[in-house]
């Protein structure tokens, strides 16, 4: 049996390919986009389990928008407006696909930075979205680019992750929060507000969503995954209700709704009174990790390279000065080292500089030290 | 923002709005689709949460294919063959959607029973597929309509439910089978088999899975929402290796994969030495529930209807001989009893003799008689 043409576009991903050898023994992966799984809060994890065993509520079908008390937990912290709901969702990817089934005609225009995030790449691809680009700079997305596009053809969405990007790890500052959001009420362009490393800042200061300037022409992905444990699969989209219920009838039709007992046990979690310790001993941890790599890199690749650097997330982007990303991926995954090759982040040709991501969330201080030293000795190859 | 066209598609279904007011306290449903929440094997859920709480495999993220002790667990249980392979999936719903988005263009030729289940409908809406019905007699589809139809144009997937049928409870006879597996081997169509009921037999014996006739060229759904609990939301997909590849890539980008610990839940519940005893359970208490609803239709509402007995499930149809059956179901829930009238599994004019679909799981006994007795009250009225 042939696949739909629109499977056909998708790519068949080297990341993909990276992340299996990435799991053998010996290998030290900065490769893949995990949390730290020694700092998931075990205790809360466990505790949660026992309570929703014991709720008989949970086992039998429940609403597709998610399970009410949870429901109302996420909008009093959310601080949603009275006009505005919320979706529980199998993991912000799933809202993510949700958004672009419910809301795209094939061949609608939607923008994205470049680098972006692969699994938005792979939903805009399967939904047959026409997919335009515009560079990032440190603060975020080029305005101007961004600006000729809106105004050059109708863009609907503008999907953007402008906390701890990934992949580049870079945050938008005040400013160009303000003028995207701008420039989104200005063209009629619906922002996707993807933010599943907002709550992982580790340094500086808060900054509003850039939804808080635009906020009936948002809607906004969180996850649970990064903050609580990815296995559990939840995330929610909130935004204006109109927009929510349409959401809503396409889920249902997609998988009737997200596992009820997961539900209740992130509403334990994301109650009990440890879980705020919990975020901030993962935050300090994160730090950590985030020390030692750049330092790592400082002393053993500062004249081959050079990176932005980040505030929190999971991510760091390393421009090199030379070489090819792909065959230093594949040399450093020989030498036990696996990364990310930049490239695989970018459609077809509006590819930049040369630049691998790296993820410091998953392996410990000294992993990550020795991983840079290993990887100094690839890089550092005369070609 | 708009909605994408094919959502604009979507029906926006009576069935809903019957569901919700079904829900109403002093409401006897036979209407939702739903197992009997007193018949959960809760010890069993119970142990199982316990278990998994102690796992600190299952919160990481983990393969979109599924949890690999379950797959494993679930290949053999299936007896598969050694090149077909299993997909996990959000609920068997999921499992047909994520079928219909990785093999169907728009415009692709499907084949349903008339009566058919809505979700699917709902699916292959979306999907923009053409769907051509073929009636449904007391042993299975016509086999004379569908080798007319598959003669007539190239459908790609007949989609089917051999096994007490939603909404008729119908059951193919085994020549049915065999005929049926010889037209999609000759046709080259891929037979969609849709078995969420099957384990729920409790009268006759099993008949073999119309998939076993032509394994080549099927893809099998099957769900634990009827056998364990519905709350979980999983269930899977089986069949030739090649195709359960493409549609993991399609469910990684839809929701990267379903809840671990719910697959490790699931997993302690299937090997639970009491797990045999429970379904015996929920056979048994179905059975009497079937014959409480049966007898009252035979004392309360003989010369107005007719239907085919059951032999397992948890529905029955109830064909009528005179009046409207939306406004009977509307005249029943005044009257505090919630049904569904026939029309809505049907797709615009194909509609044959006016009927109701009654479900037996979820009430006891005597609500299911009284239900009966309410609903004599509004089909004898004259009109």
């Known amino acids: 049996m042939h696949t739909a043409k629109h499977v056909q576009q998708l790519r068949s991903s080297y ?41 008989r509520q949970v086992f039998q079908y429940g609403e597709t928008r998610g399970y009410a008390p949870l429901l109302e937990h996420l ?31 094939s061949e609608d225009h939607i923008a994205m930075e470049a680098p972006s995030y692969l699994g938005a790449l792979q939903v805009f691809t399967l939904a047959q979205a026409t997919i335009n680009t515009v560079p990032q700079t440190p603060s975020g ?111 249902q039709t997609s998988d009737l709704h997200s596992s009820l007992p997961m539900q209740a046990a992130l509403l334990e979690i994301l109650t009990h009174p440890g879980f705020e310790q919990h975020l901030c001993n993962v935050r300090s941890h994160y730090h950590q990790r985030y020390q030692a790599l750049s330092e790592a890199i400082n002393t053993h690749l500062q004249s081959e390279v050079s990176f932005t650097k980040v505030e929190g997330g999971m991510f760091l982007w390393l421009k090199l000065a030379k070489g090819d990303p792909m065959q230093i991926a594949k040399m450093a995954l020989k030498k036990g080292v696996a990364i990310v090759p930049g490239s695989v982040f970018y459609i077809e040709e509006d590819i930049q500089s040369p630049a691998i991501r ?26």
């Open 75 to 105: 909008s009093k912290t959310f601080n949603l407006q009275e006009s505005h709901g919320t979706l529980v969702t199998t993991g912000s990817q799933q809202g993510l696909d949700l958004i672009a089934r419910t809301y795209l005609n």
């Open 141 to 251: 997305p080029d305005i101007k680019a961004l600006k000729q596009l809106f105004e050059s053809r109708q863009v609907k969405l503008f999907y953007a992750v402008p906390d701890f990007h990934n992949p580049t790890g870079i945050s938008w500052s005040l400013q160009t929060r303000q003028e995207v959001a701008r420039l989104c009420q200005t063209f009629n362009v619906t922002l996707i507000e993807d933010a599943p490393y907002r709550d992982l800042r580790f340094f500086g200061d808060d900054l509003p969503l850039v939804s808080s300037f635009c906020p009936d022409h948002s809607l906004v992905l969180r996850s649970s995954s990064k903050t609580s444990a990815p296995g559990l699969r939840l995330g929610s989209v909130t935004g204006p209700e109109e927009w929510i219920t349409h959401l809503i009838r396409v889920k």
């Open 15 to 55: 990341i993909r390919e990276i992340l299996k050898a990435a799991t053998a023994d010996g290998v030290i992966s900065l490769a893949g986009g995990l949390p730290a799984a020694d700092l998931f809060p075990h205790m809360l994890l466990q505790e949660a389990m026992l309570k929703v065993a014991n709720n």
């Open 358 to 383: 790296l993820n410091f969330s998953y392996c410990k201080p000294e992993q990550l030290a020795t991983a840079i030293q290993l990887l100094a000795s690839v890089i550092a190859l005369p070609k």
